[in-house]
């Protein structure tokens, strides 16, 4: 999917989060799954645009693509035709998941050293059933509030879907990795959104 987006002629790319992860890779694994990555947006910094996730250390973002295609405060303001769009990968909003990191998280590894699979494939049904929703809601509520958003573009919740209403579109991509693994890309034709799934 890296490689089709990389390609295909788009006039811009948005990343939308959770691209390194080095807490469930290698460093060396990471480098080598971003290589042809960073290579062609170093090539065109004004082709790429990256939102950090709450996978993505800042630093290492840093140190692997140009400052200017990193959004640094989590978020950016794009124009879709008429309307106005707010992008960011939509952790800010997530509360169970700070719960999790501040709380849980340091316990676990106190106790075990390592989350066990089990866990962690619990963990992810929980977010699936239990988080999306509510975070989704949360994101949408938030743009709401500035009155020049038309729509909300995130990633965050691996929950691939477009929904237009009247008062806000909602638009997420999914996610390459992760439970459940569903990858997409979300493409502006000009004058519509759609869905692309492989």
Not at 33 to 54: H, K, M, S, T
Not at 183 to 197: Q, R
Request: proline letters at 8%; glycine letters at 8%.
């Amino acid at each position: 999917m890296i490689l089709e987006l990389l390609t295909n002629p788009y006039e811009k790319v948005y990343f939308l989060g959770d691209i390194v992860d080095p807490w469930e890779s290698s460093i060396e694994l990471v480098a080598n799954l971003v290589r042809p990555l960073r290579e062609r947006v170093f090539d065109e910094p004004n082709r790429y645009a990256i939102i950090p996730g709450n996978h993505d250390p800042l630093k290492l973002l840093s140190g692997l693509f140009p400052p200017e295609t990193i959004a640094r405060n989590g978020m950016l303001f794009e124009q879709f035709g008429n309307n106005l769009y707010l992008l960011l990968h939509g952790h800010q909003f997530d509360y169970g998941l700070r719960l999790y990191t501040t709380l849980v998280r340091p316990i676990e590894k106190l106790l075990t050293g390592s989350m066990s699979r089990w866990w962690d494939t619990m963990i992810h049904r929980y977010y699936a059933y239990r988080i999306i929703g509510p975070v989704e809601r949360r994101a949408a509520w938030n743009a709401r509030k500035n009155k020049q958003v038309h729509g909300i573009i995130m990633g965050h919740t691996h929950a691939p879907k477009i929904i237009l209403t009247p008062r806000l579109n909602y638009l997420n991509p999914g996610a390459f990795f992760g439970v459940p693994p569903n990858n997409s890309v979300i493409e502006w034709d000009g004058s519509n959104f759609n869905l692309l799934w492989t």
